[in-house]
């Protein structure tokens, strides 16, 4: 294939014509003159434009940087020679969106179409390779010199050294089984460690179980120990509690009966007392002080005594009798005898008066005597003074007798208080006896024994549920071990597919070295011819891997130099030799295609200019070759 | 001397994992579990038997769990007949055994030693012998034993223990010893297979196998016995009592015919495993498979056994990447000395031609 003429409306091109003849062509032309956007005009008029890319940071889409700037649509037509035919290929916008989208394809100066051209297809069709191949051989851009590789490019490259199918990729090959093998392992990802730690997960949770139900059964010995326990203890409590009860009830009715026997002793004694007491005081004397009555009744008796005496002392009637006697005498005879007679009459008259006089006085006083006499013997009842002594002895004796009973009473009460203390004190002392919760007997021991058993007892069946529960929780062990079992198969499987895997992978990686050892020495070599050309000898050996890295060896060096040690000249001239070497081996023998080539040469000094225009022009013999060039020549 | 009815099952082998089986149906199996037990219980009632014999491995370890003796203990206890156990290497006698540990009903009677008991049951004019394990092995236990006979009474055996196997670990017992033992019927376990009736002289003697299979090494139909022994006489009868069957089934798939209608009907209650075999150009898409016969089986276990087609390694012989990776495979593949490593080969072959091919990962998902 080769290009005639393009006509463009494309970025600055706006209706611009060009023509190319056979062989090499030189466009030269200042820059900003458009070189460039007629190698992307070259590009797009073969495989479209991709109006799928987006814009960023230092890059713009072809869509972008190629609207014209004349606001035209995007357009142009390119006239080639393929096939020994002339044919117009053309491309217009229907919208700024799809650009270069309508494409026709006809045989130049008629209207017949082309079968088998479409915008999508035409590019491959007419150079025989894909976009992605085409920008890496025969489309030398502008600072996309160096050499790059795509899975495609190395099928090409590999098939030029292998006689068979160009269907097979290395790099995407190894890079799905690679993928296939990270899948199942990758460092700690990927099924394999997945199920490692699944299975290590459930063989942990089994043991996990196996311990749990080892526990349980433990547990279990220790509640049905703990059952015993309390059993036993609760048998000791009943017998122990029982047996404090019988002597508690024992001492306590000994003590009851002791105490009722001393309040019946002081009721009794109560009941003497009172009545000893009544006696004494309805007694003539009553509730008195024996010595003091004694004293009284001494006195009382002495001045009853007295007085009975006085009452006897009573006055004599005979002087009055004599004086009266006497007076009538004295009256007769004053009669009889002398009136004179008659005062000794008058003197005893009045001596009869002051005897009489005399005489009552004595009574009255008698009479006093006798009445404070009675008074005195009333008082103690008695008829004589001789009666006061017995009486006195009888009060006497009441006396003694109700003092007697009333001590006798009273001791009895104090018997009874201390019996009722005493008995207060042991009910008390049973009481707390009886108290099995915090008391320090036996049984209270033996009752606190068998609530920490049963808390023992209950503590542990809370445990077992809370096993149990935790048990149940984790699942079914057999269910478990089956899918330890059914992962452990799967992981022996994934294992096998691994080493497969791996296999494949390590035996392709062979047949690729093998493969790249006989097509790395055949591209090198012509590299290095192109190489040599330019350099005028200078390098003559070019060493290319498969990641199109580029080493090359000055004539006379025993190591080759690798990219970056070689000035940027020569580095453009290598990736120039082997961009050239690429084209002339990757790219379909047929109908070659023509070689693009936007400025390559700018960091050549010129007399390598002039070598690599050489090499063109020997190149251009076999193919179209479009040198795009800011330099004058 | 008239004859009685026995049960008598074998190597349960409860707790031990069931193979293939994801955890939900890992999870129905264990209920299932339960439903064995009791199947063979309610066997046991509607047989009328006088008698159960468990000969050993009735467990699968020495720690079940709780919900195991549970069951166990329920089922045994319902069983209207006296029960005998004689341990066995999986669940040997121990104090820390469940033997020991749990509380068994009045039916049940466990041979905690490892010598010949007799356990009269003198209503009935039978005596029951056995012995049990203590240990994972366990020399001959019927080594010079002979029961004195008694007239009108019949003698029956329970005991786990491998016959003719003059080298087992596992109570070695020959013919010579059945047949000077004096017993009607000795009920062995061991073996998961069952055996079938045998006599060695005037002793009848079987084992049932495991009456459930567990695992791809216990395929087929499985059960216990229904023995009727007395006057000189034995007849057995299997009877299932098994609720999922484990088979293998082997399919070739050079053909590339439709799997689905080369397999059996009326699966839905079985766990298979499919081993595909044949030539095929790629790897079958076993998940692809699977969900195609979803439904057809409780469980389905599928397996790659297939080899890549002849023709595929024709391809070795090209000078390209592809012809250049088989080359390299197929002679690892003539040097290799075991299956396992062939396999290996081929199997990296399949992996190394998909990814050449831009072809999806096939087998991504299995066992998911």
Known sequence: ?633 | MSGIKILHAADLHLDSPFEGLPDAKAAQRRAEQRQLLMRIAQTANSEHVKLALFSGDLLDTGSAYMETGESLIGALGSIDAPVFIAPGNHDWYSPRSPYARLKWPENVTIFSHPHIECAALPDEKLRVWGAGFTDSSCPGLLEGFEAEKEPETIDIMCVHGEVGVRESAYDPITEDEIARSGMDYIALGHVHKTSGLRRAGDTYYAWPGCPEGRGFDETGDKYVYIVDVGDGKCSLRPVSVAQRRYEILREDMSDGGELAEKLPEGTENDIYRLILTGETDAAPDVPALRRALEGRFFALEIRDATRLRRDVWERAGEDTLRGLFLKKLKAAFDAAETDEDRELVMSAARWGLAALDNREEARSDENK
């Open chain 1, 1 to 633: 294939m080769k290009i005639n003429k393009m006509t463009a409306s494309f970025g600055r091109l706006s209706g611009d014509a060009i023509e190319f003849r056979d062989g090499l062509n030189v466009v030269t032309a200042p820059n900003e003159s458009g070189k460039s956007t007629w190698c992307a005009f070259i590009r797009a008029m073969l495989y479209g434009i991709d109006s799928g890319e987006r814009a960023k940071t230092g890059f713009l889409p072809d869509k972008v940087r190629y609207a014209p700037w004349s606001g035209a649509p995007m357009e142009g037509s390119m006239d080639i020679t393929c096939g020994g035919a002339n044919i117009t290929l053309t491309r217009t916008s229907r919208s700024h969106s799809a650009p270069m989208r309508e494409f026709s394809a006809v045989i130049t100066g008629t209207n017949t179409p082309v079968p088998g051209l479409d915008a999508q297809t035409a590019g491959e069709k007419l150079t025989g390779v894909s976009r992605d191949v085409f920008r890496r051989s025969a489309f030398i851009e502008q600072g996309a010199l160096a050499v790059s590789g795509s899975p495609e490019l190395e099928k090409r490259i590999a098939s030029i050294v292998s006689t068979g199918e160009e269907d097979t990729s290395y790099t995407e090959a190894d890079e799905t089984l690679r993928a296939w093998q990270r899948a199942r392992r990758f460092n700690r990802r990927g099924r394999l460690p997945e199920l490692e730690n699944r299975i290590s997960g459930e063989k942990d949770r089994l043991r996990d179980m196996e311990s749990g139900e080892l526990g349980r059964e433990t547990l279990r010995r220790r509640l049905e120990e703990a059952s015993g326990d309390c059993e036993k203890l609760e048998s000791m409590v009943t017998e122990s509690r029982r047996q404090y009860r019988r002597d508690a009830l024992e001492k306590l009715s000994a003590s009851r009966g002791e105490l009722e026997r001393a309040s019946q002793n002081y009721s009794d004694l109560a009941v003497r007392a009172r009545a000893d007491r009544a006696a004494l005081e309805h007694n003539v004397i009553g509730d008195r002080e024996p010595a003091t009555v004694t004293q009284e009744a001494k006195r009382d008796k002495a001045r009853a005594d007295t007085l009975r005496r006085e009452a006897e002392d009573r006055g004599s009637p005979a002087g009055v009798v004599a004086c009266a006697i006497l007076m009538a005498a004295a009256v007769v005879l004053g009669i009889l005898v002398s009136p004179y007679i008659f005062a000794a009459a008058v003197l005893a008259a009045a001596g009869c008066v002051l005897l009489w006089m005399n005489m009552k006085k004595k009574d009255a006083a008698a009479e006093a005597a006798a009445e404070e006499r009675r008074k005195i013997l009333s008082a103690y009842s008695a008829g004589c003074e001789a009666d006061i002594d017995a009486v006195v002895e009888e009060f006497r004796g009441l006396y003694a007798a109700c003092m007697a009973a009333e001590q006798e009473e009273a001791d009895a009460k104090a018997r009874m208080d201390a019996a009722k203390s005493r008995h207060d004190t042991l009910e008390a002392s049973t009481l707390s006896d009886l108290d099995f919760a915090n008391g320090d007997t036996e049984a209270a021991r033996l009752g606190r024994q068998l609530a920490s058993a049963r808390q023992e007892k209950e503590r542990l069946a809370a445990q077992i549920a809370q096993t149990d529960g935790r048990l149940q929780t984790m699942g079914d062990p057999l269910v478990i071990k089956s899918s330890i079992e059914s992962m452990q198969s799967e992981y022996a499987s994934a294992q096998r597919e691994y080493d497969a895997i791996t296999l494949a992978i390590d035996t392709l990686r062979d047949a690729d070295a093998e493969i790249q050892s006989r097509f790395s020495p055949e591209l090198g070599k012509l590299a290095a011819e192109y190489m040599s050309i330019m350099t005028g000898g200078k390098y003559d050996s070019v060493l290319i891997s498969r990641d199109f890295s580029i080493r090359a060896r000055a004539a006379g060096d025993t190591v080759p130099r690798e990219s970056e040690y070689l000035s940027a000249g020569t580095l453009d001239l290598m990736y120039l030799a082997v961009r050239l070497a690429v084209c002339r081996l990757a790219l379909p023998e047929e109908d070659k295609c023509p070689i693009i080539l936007d400025d390559p040469l700018v960091n050549f000094d010129s007399e390598r200019e002039k070598q690599a225009i050489k090499l063109l022009e020997e190149i251009a013999k076999e193919r179209q070759v479009i040198l795009f060039s800011c330099h004058c020549e």
